[in-house]
Structure formats: C-alpha cells, structure tokens
C-alpha cells in the first residue's frame, strides 16, 4: 500500500539557518505532493506544492524538491525564524486515482532556537 | 473570511453517547473530508465527500457516519463513541479533487471515557 513517511521525527536549528526536512514515498503513481505546517493547537496549513513534472518550486523562503528517481520529497525553509516552529508533514495524491485522498506523513517537529 | 469552522473544539463524552461534530466552510467547496489525528499516527482520513450527497469510506470509517446534505456542512457522526476514538478530529475543505490546497479546520478535541 501506499506510505508516505519522514527521515527524522524531530530538528532542532538556530535562528537564521537553513533548514532541511525530508519526506519519502512509496507510491509510484503519486503525482501530487503538498507540504503542511501545523503549529500547537492549530490545524494544519498549506505552505507549498508540486507537481511530478516539476523537479523544483519555490515559494517565499520556502523550497520544495521532488526527486521522482528515489521517490523523495524535501522542504527547505531559508533564514529560519521563531515563527517556524511547528510540525511539518509531506502528503502526496494520485489525482488520476477514483478518489481524492491525500496520504500524510507523520511529520517532524521543527524547533528553531533563538 | 474564508475558514471550515468546527464545533465543539473540546468535548468529553462517556461510552456510547451518541455525538455529532459539526463543520461548515464558507468557501463553496466540492469536496469535503474528515481526519484523526493520533501521536505516532498521524493523520487517518476518516470519510470524504465529493459533493452533495456523494460521501465515501477514507482509511478508518469503523464507528463513524457522515452526511452532506448541504455543500457547506459535513458533520461527523459517533453513534456509539468508544475510548479508542479518543483523538483530534480535523476537518478540511478544498475546491475540487483536482488536487490543491486543503482548508483545515482547527480540530476538535474528543475524549470519550
């Protein structure tokens, strides 16, 4: 079946670092990833996608790669702030499947210290 | 504003209480779907709904009812809640099946005793 699962569950960056979060998946046939952040107490938000044409799309000091090869997806996040800090999951989707269902990761807790 | 709203946010419940968790969202959305979010789990899709009267099985449907009668409401049923749907529910919205960004809810939190 299809899995969608995270390298590491926890980083720990300082404040002004570029961070990394990675993000495998299992399901060939996935054409869609998204990435979401979700922060205590909150539900998760959407902060960019891709599509599997794309190898690359960046967003404000966000970065999502997709290397189709290795079925693996990363988000980089620039200068990383405070305000980052939150739990972020990769998802992906085969839009051509019978239904519309988004696998989540479990996510990784980003801590970033000042 | 454009949200999925949820209620209630908080609820502690005993076994077999029937409960309803309400969602509406303002935003004219297709298609409509609910989460559980669980430690170590993640988020489980729990039922979707393409449109008005069109729902459908997500991951983990035991124990739960949905209905869409109307576009904007996609309340989730417990007829006979249990201690191990315990969990944050989450409900989101988006445009069409298209693919593209699910509106979240900001989760509601049940205990079931």
């Known amino acids: 079946g299809e899995s969608v699962g995270l390298h590491l569950p926890t980083l720990s960056v300082q404040e002004g670092d570029n961070s990394i979060i990675n993000c495998a998946y299992s399901n060939s046939a996935s054409d869609y990833f998204i990435w979401y952040k979700q922060e205590s107490g909150k539900g998760p938000q959407f902060i960019i996608d891709?599509?599997?044409?794309?190898d690359k799309r960046q967003g404000q000091r966000v970065t999502v790669l997709l290397n189709k090869t290795v079925k693996h997806l990363s988000l980089q996040i620039a200068a990383t702030q405070p305000g980052d800090s939150a739990v972020y999951f990769c998802a992906d989707e085969n839009s051509g499947g019978s239904n519309y269902k988004l696998t989540f990761g479990k996510g990784t807790l980003l801590t970033v210290n000042p | 504003e454009a949200q999925v709203t949820q209620n209630p946010r908080y609820l502690i419940t005993v076994t077999g209480k029937k409960l309803t968790v309400t969602c509406s969202q303002n935003?004219?959305?297709?298609?409509m779907s609910w989460y559980r979010q669980d430690p170590g789990l993640g988020l489980r899709q729990i039922y979707y709904s393409m449109n008005v009267e069109v729902t459908d099985k997500g991951d983990v449907p035991e124990g739960y009812k949905v209905s869409r009668k109307e576009k904007r409401n996609f309340p989730l049923i417990l007829e006979s809640p249990s201690p191990n749907q315990t969990s944050l529910y989450f409900c989101?919205?988006?445009?069409?099946?298209?693919?593209?960004?699910?509106?979240f809810g900001e989760g509601s939190r049940l205990t079931v005793l």
């Open positions: 935003m004219n959305h297709e298609y």
């Open positions: 989101a919205s988006s445009f069409s099946r298209a693919g593209g960004e699910l509106f």
């Open positions: 891709i599509r599997s044409n794309m």
